[in-house]
T-cell receptor, first 113, second 115 residues
Framework: AQSVTQPDIHITVSEGASLELRCNYSYGATPYLFWYVQSPGQGLQLLLKYFSGDTLVQGIKGFEAEFKRSQSSFNLRKPSVHWSDAAEYFCAVGSNTGNQFYFGTGTSLTVIP | EAGVAQSPRYKIIEKRQSVAFWCNPISGHATLYWYQQILGQGPKLLIQFQNNGVVDDSQLPKDRFSAERLKGVDSTLKIQPAKLEDSAVYLC?????????????FGPGTRLTVT
């Protein structure tokens, strides 16, 4: 069965520092992978997605993620974090044969000045 | 374009009471989803509609939860009777079509507290 693990419950970074949020998935075939961001009181917003092709995916707000099949990972990165990036980040995996989404438990990001 | 609308934004009820949530998807979106997000967890799909038909309701607790999507547009999710463990944020999302290649757009959610 599909599952997603986000090992880091909470991360704190300084503004301007680089960021990497970890995501590991379990899926038997080629997964569809997503990163969503959820700001307080807001709905989930899609940052980026991977279906196939280039394993380095560019998203909105300066985020990118790299699909590594050998490590079953899809880590999210940003070279320089802004205070407005403070939010909850969710990794999700979907099947390419159905519509089911499986979300990780999320990583809460705090940005300090 | 207008986003996914949900109401109410907050609801507090006592256990064993009933409650209903409303969702208005983005115009023209055929697929509608209801998710339950318990504090500290990721969203969990409860039910998916394609137009006014149910595609997947395998994780919907059917003894107390029900949902409908009349005329393939708006949708309501009902809980009757509510239990303490139903305290969560209920998210509605819509997409143009079913399938992973279509982005899901999420509403702001309804925060339910059951006391």
């Amino acid at each position: 069965a599909q599952s997603v693990t986000q090992p880091d419950i909470h991360i704190t970074v300084s503004e301007g520092a680089s960021l990497e949020l970890r995501c590991n998935y379990s899926y038997g075939a080629t997964p569809y992978l997503f990163w969503y961001v959820q700001s307080p009181g807001q709905g989930l917003q899609l940052l980026l997605k991977y279906f196939s092709g280039d394993t380095l995916v560019q998203g909105i707000k300066g985020f990118e993620a790299e699909f590594k099949r050998s490590q079953s990972s899809f880590n999210l990165r940003k070279p320089s974090v802004h205070w407005s990036d403070a939010a909850e980040y969710f990794c999700a995996v979907g099947s390419n044969t159905g519509n089911q989404f499986y979300f990780g438990t999320g990583t809460s990001l705090t940005v300090i000045p | 374009e207008a986003g996914v609308a949900q109401s109410p934004r907050y609801k507090i009820i006592e256990k064993r009471q009933s409650v209903a949530f409303w969702c208005n998807p983005i115009s023209g979106h055929a697929t509608l989803y209801w998710y339950q997000q318990i504090l500290g967890q990721g969203p969990k799909l409860l039910i998916q509609f394609q137009n006014n038909g149910v595609v997947d309701d395998s994780q919907l607790p059917k003894d107390r939860f029900s949902a409908e999507r009349l005329k393939g547009v708006d949708s309501t999710l009902k809980i009757q009777p509510a239990k303490l463990e139903d305290s969560a944020v209920y998210l509605c999302a819509s997409s143009l079509h079913a399938g992973q290649s279509y982005e899901q757009y999420f509403g702001p959610g309804t925060r339910l507290t059951v006391t």
